[in-house]
């Protein structure tokens, strides 16, 4: 009997140090005003900051996100080193293997010339803090320095992105891109002598299973946002991101065994109806159930 109450205290004691409660962790990025830009389309935004708030609530109301475990950066706050910060210093000493990590960006996306030869069209993506430069790349965060700092997080990582690092700019009233409106800064002083002519666009996460990535536009398109009042030109008219604004929705709509696959095919038929010419896209592990842990 001795042995038996032994074996169940050791048994126990195993499963409160081996199976724990999976905890989701989320840093939430959302840029209007751009500092070294104006406020016209390709310079300052109007409706990033809305969009990080959305995904946030969306979030918390739906998925089981805490507010303690919510990191949100909007504006000003939102510089590239806080960025760094809520990535490698935030989220990674936080996020134990078995929980999931979430880090949503809103805001513009830009390309710069690439540095170290991986990039067959000469380009690396960036995404675009609120301090980048119109004339250098040095706050620019590239795809390979973003990889960088979501490998310190020991566990799945979910990215959601909505930029874009092409496309071309609307003409439709009230809508606007969310490219940068500059060249690719020269590097050194000069650009490469050999300009590239287009722009294949990779993942900014990786592919791996380890990394999910949803994007708001394929790589020859541009991400929109315009006004999400019914009433266009209404005192109150709030703006945001065509692509957040229907993946908010789905995530609502969502039942708890949708998959990241299933939602977005929710998005990409509003989006197709609503004639914008923007395809969101899906890098890694579609199937799996949305905010799963890791294995599942």
């Known amino acids: 009997m001795l042995s038996r109450a032994i074996l169940g205290f050791a048994l126990a004691g195993l499963s409160v140090t081996q199976v724990r ?4 962790y989320a840093v939430f990025v959302g840029i209007n005003d751009y500092i070294e830009f104006t406020d016209e389309p390709g310079g300052d935004l109007l409706g990033a900051e809305h969009d990080a ?4 609530e969306v979030l918390l109301d739906r998925w089981g996100l805490e507010p303690s475990n919510a990191l949100t950066l909007l504006g000003r706050e939102a510089t ?11 989220l990674a000493p936080r996020a134990q293997p078995g929980d999931l990590t979430i880090f949503y960006f809103a805001g513009h996306g830009s390309q710069v010339y690439d540095l170290d030869g991986d990039e067959p069209d000469g380009l690396d ?23 960088a700092w979501l490998s310190a ?25 969310r490219t940068l409106d500059r060249a690719p800064p020269p ?29 708001g536009a394929a790589p020859h398109e541009a991400a929109l946002e315009g006004p999400l009042d019914d009433a266009p030109g209404a005192a109150s008219e709030e703006h945001g991101g065509m692509f ?16 990241y696959e299933d939602v977005l095919r929710d998005v990409a038929e509003r989006l197709e109806y609503e004639e914008l010419g923007q395809s969101p896209q899906i890098t890694g592990e579609g ?3 949305l905010f799963a842990p890791p294995g599942r």
């Open 153 to 177: 997080i020991r566990t799945d990582v979910v990215v959601i992105l909505d930029s874009c690092h092409s496309g071309t700019a609307t003409r439709a009233s009230g809508v606007r891109t």
């Open 287 to 289: 199937a799996k159930a």
């Open 80 to 90: 590239k080193n806080a960025i760094h910060e809520a990535i490698v210093g935030w």
């Open 244 to 259: 957040t604004r229907y993946l908010v929705g789905a995530l609502r709509r969502a039942a708890p065994s949708a998959t």
């Open 53 to 56: 708030r959305a995904m946030r």
């Open 125 to 147: 993506e960036t995404l675009a803090p609120v301090d980048v430069l119109p004339l250098s790349s040095v706050n620019d965060i590239r795809d390979d320095e973003f990889r």
């Open 21 to 24: 409660a999976r905890t989701t």
């Open 187 to 215: 590097e050194g002083g000069r650009a490469p002598t050999t300009l590239p002519q287009r722009s294949d666009r990779q993942a900014m996460a990786d592919s791996t299973v380890r990394v999910l990535e949803l994007a």
